[in-house]
């Protein structure tokens, strides 16, 4: 019960705050008040909007909010999302685009589950849509995962992408960005022993931990720093009543957030503050660039325990990726046992998250492809989001990675002729 009340006073100070905001917004909002022209009444209103909206934020799964895109044709396509594989703990979605012939690229977008939603690579996603048949990868929030469904950890993880990659076939290019690409390597690793036939034909790794000794950050050294023991006893929680996964150990969410906002303190204070401002003066509006960027970012998880343990225990302390000694169910994991995957590593320059030279190190593990079809990419001035969703993404690294899965594509394999004997 001692987790459990502490996962359920961390919701109601959230609740606690999202009314006290909206009480703040509503009062102010009297006709009333109109008659007294206090600059201090605006400002507690706009602050109680603010507010308001931000804590409602933090427990809303964000929309995709992709409803066209335009193509080649210079039409209009409707976007459906369809469920290709449904799993407890995450789905395989596929954006179909309407009216539009298959396209030959067929892509597999493993997004992190790190604290926030997929559609954090809605851009990403938005950036690929018009030359590529787009699968992604729509992870769960745990508190809404029943106990009975059971564990989920770094080898369920590796496991879903190798089922997910199977579904998709050899032509699929996969595409891992930051937290999944020490396990998409050992997800194709596994294929390559298990189910050659079905290895993806490439594979991108974009900001990802790899070696996460390789060039030491603050995420390293926290990791490297903390025991195991201390983390259980201060991240974890158990999921409180109000939601299905009640009793489900987790890394709540809210208490990641913390976590992300405490790094950029100032920064953040500095972007509420003005927003504030920005309202009271009447300048604001809903999908201004203070409010698309925080819906996203407040809006949180929570992963399960087992998960954020086995992460910081074996990828960053243990480093089993970058010493080769992964496993699963038992099973050695050898990443040199790749051959027929092309592999190309993208990394920032400066990336504060996964920084230069971690998510590199995948090609000395991968002995066993040629160098012709290993590449890599360094970002000049751009950071760990920019490389994935920014200008630096957008302009420079898509056409090279599209460039790099076109150079290395393989063919659907051909139906075999029926031959006929005169």
């Given at each position: 019960?001692r987790?459990m009340?502490?996962?359920?006073?961390?919701?109601?100070?959230?609740?606690?705050?999202?009314w006290m905001a909206?009480?703040?917004?509503?009062?102010?909002?009297?006709?009333?008040f109109?008659a007294i022209?206090?600059p201090?009444?605006?400002?507690?209103?706009?602050?109680?909007?603010?507010?308001?909206?931000?804590?409602?934020?933090?427990v809303?799964?964000?929309?995709w909010g992709i409803?066209?895109v335009?193509?080649?044709?210079?039409r209009?396509?409707?976007v459906s999302?369809?469920t290709v594989?449904?799993?407890?703990?995450?789905?395989l979605?596929h954006?179909?685009?309407?009216g539009?012939e298959?396209k030959?690229?067929?892509?597999?977008?493993?997004?992190?589950?790190?604290?926030?939603y997929a559609?954090l690579?809605?851009s990403?996603?938005m950036?690929?849509?018009p030359?590529?048949?787009?699968?992604?990868?729509d992870w769960?929030n745990?508190?809404?995962?029943?106990v009975s469904?059971g564990?989920?950890?770094v080898e369920?993880?590796?496991l879903y992408?190798?089922?997910?990659?199977?579904?998709?076939?050899p032509?699929?290019?996969?595409?891992?960005?930051?937290?999944?690409?020490p396990?998409?390597?050992?997800?194709?690793?596994?294929l390559?022993?298990?189910?050659?036939?079905?290895?993806p034909a490439?594979?991108?790794?974009i900001?990802?931990?790899i070696?996460p000794?390789?060039?030491?950050?603050?995420?390293t050294?926290?990791?490297?720093?903390v025991t195991?023991?201390?983390?259980?006893?201060?991240?974890?929680?158990?999921?409180g009543?109000?939601?299905?996964?009640?009793g489900?150990?987790?890394?709540p969410?809210?208490?990641?957030l913390?976590s992300f906002?405490?790094?950029n303190a100032?920064r953040h204070?500095?972007a509420?503050?003005?927003?504030?401002?920005r309202?009271a003066?009447?300048?604001?509006?809903d999908h201004d660039?203070?409010n698309?960027?925080?819906?996203?970012y407040l809006?949180?998880?929570?992963?399960?325990?087992?998960?954020?343990?086995?992460?910081?225990?074996?990828?960053?302390?243990?480093?089993?990726?970058?010493?080769?000694?992964?496993?699963v169910?038992g099973?050695?994991?050898?990443?040199?046992?790749?051959?027929?995957?092309?592999v190309?590593?993208v990394?920032?320059e400066?990336?504060?998250?996964?920084?230069?030279?971690?998510?590199?190190?995948?090609?000395?593990?991968m002995t066993?492809v040629?160098?012709?079809?290993?590449?890599e990419?360094?970002?000049?001035?751009?950071?760990h989001?920019?490389?994935?969703?920014?200008s630096?993404?957008?302009?420079?690294?898509r056409?090279?990675?599209?460039?790099?899965i076109?150079?290395?594509?393989?063919?659907p394999?051909?139906?075999?002729?029926?031959?006929?004997?005169?």
């Amino acid at each position: 019960m001692r987790f459990m009340a502490t996962y359920d006073l961390m919701e109601t100070i959230r609740n606690t705050n999202q009314w006290m905001a909206s009480s703040a917004s509503s009062i102010t909002s009297y006709p009333a008040f109109a008659a007294i022209p206090n600059p201090a009444l605006k400002l507690f209103g706009a602050w109680g909007e603010v507010m308001e909206r931000s804590y409602k934020r933090m427990v809303t799964k964000p929309s995709w909010g992709i409803y066209t895109v335009t193509c080649a044709d210079g039409r209009d396509h409707v976007v459906s999302v369809e469920t290709v594989l449904k799993r407890p703990f995450g789905d395989l979605i596929h954006f179909r685009v309407q009216g539009r012939e298959e396209k030959k690229r067929k892509i597999l977008l493993v997004a992190p589950m790190s604290g926030h939603y997929a559609t954090l690579c809605r851009s990403t996603v938005m950036s690929l849509l018009p030359d590529c048949e787009l699968y992604v990868t729509d992870w769960h929030n745990a508190r809404d995962i029943p106990v009975s469904e059971g564990k989920f950890d770094v080898e369920d993880y590796t496991l879903y992408l190798v089922d997910f990659m199977k579904e998709l076939g050899p032509e699929t290019n996969v595409i891992a960005i930051c937290q999944p690409a020490p396990l998409t390597l050992a997800a194709v690793a596994y294929l390559a022993k298990d189910a050659p036939e079905a290895q993806p034909a490439t594979m991108t790794l974009i900001g990802g931990p790899i070696d996460p000794d390789a060039t030491p950050t603050e995420v390293t050294d926290f990791g490297n720093r903390v025991t195991m023991g201390q983390l259980e006893e201060t991240m974890i929680q158990q999921v409180g009543f109000k939601y299905d996964g009640v009793g489900r150990k987790v890394y709540p969410g809210l208490l990641q957030l913390t976590s992300f906002i405490a790094m950029n303190a100032d920064r953040h204070a500095s972007a509420f503050v003005d927003q504030i401002f920005r309202v009271a003066r009447g300048e604001a509006s809903d999908h201004d660039h203070h409010n698309r960027f925080y819906d996203e970012y407040l809006a949180v998880m929570d992963m399960t325990a087992e998960f954020y343990l086995s992460t910081v225990e074996r990828i960053f302390k243990n480093c089993e990726i970058a010493k080769n000694e992964f496993t699963v169910n038992g099973k050695k994991v050898d990443i040199g046992a790749i051959t027929t995957v092309a592999v190309k590593t993208v990394e920032g320059e400066k990336d504060d998250i996964s920084a230069p030279g971690q998510c590199v190190a995948a090609l000395k593990l991968m002995t066993g492809v040629p160098d012709s079809k290993k590449s890599e990419h360094l970002e000049p001035g751009a950071g760990h989001y920019g490389i994935f969703a920014g200008s630096s993404w957008r302009n420079n690294i898509r056409p090279l990675v599209l460039e790099f899965i076109d150079a290395n594509a393989r063919k659907p394999a051909s139906k075999p002729q029926l031959v006929i004997n005169e």
